[in-house]
């Protein structure tokens, strides 16, 4: 039987989901970008010659790699983004709300 969407969902994994989304997005779009970019300048075969020399890889292969790892590259960047950017929770007996002076 087929699972029914709710809209009453957990807050938290609403918050985790969206975080992701935050996190993975602008990463998928600037390893796109940055794909196009490098893969006009540099043939993959080259590439991988380079990198791992005597393990032949196709061009299929190579520009697969240069993606997911250019997209785990910038969804670092996404991340650390997410993180300066969240607030910051008060403790209790935190006293920066009070006026100096």
Same mark, same amino acid.
């Given at each position: 039987?087929?699972?029914?969407?709710?809209?009453? $969902?957990?807050?938290?994994?609403?918050?985790?989901?969206?975080?992701?989304?935050?996190?993975?997005?602008?990463?998928?779009?600037? $390893?796109?970008?940055?794909?196009?970019?490098?893969?006009?300048?540099?043939?993959?075969?080259?590439?991988?010659?380079?990198?791992?020399?005597?393990?032949?890889?196709?061009?299929?292969?190579?520009?697969?790699?240069?993606?997911?790892?250019?997209?785990?590259?910038?969804?670092?960047?996404?991340?650390?983004?997410?993180?300066?950017?969240?607030?910051?929770?008060?403790?209790?007996?935190?006293?920066?709300?009070?006026?100096?002076?």
């Amino acid at each position: 039987m087929p699972r029914q969407c709710t809209t009453d $969902a957990d807050p938290r994994s609403r918050q985790r989901l969206h975080a992701l989304g935050v996190i993975l997005w602008p990463g998928f779009i600037a $390893a796109a970008l940055a794909c196009a970019v490098l893969f006009a300048f540099v043939d993959p075969l080259r590439l991988g010659d380079i990198a791992v020399p005597g393990f032949g890889i196709s061009r299929g292969l190579g520009y697969t790699l240069g993606f997911f790892l250019t997209w785990g590259i910038t969804s670092l960047s996404s991340a650390a983004t997410w993180y300066l950017l969240r607030p910051a929770h008060a403790e209790p007996g935190d006293d920066d709300e009070v006026p100096l002076g």
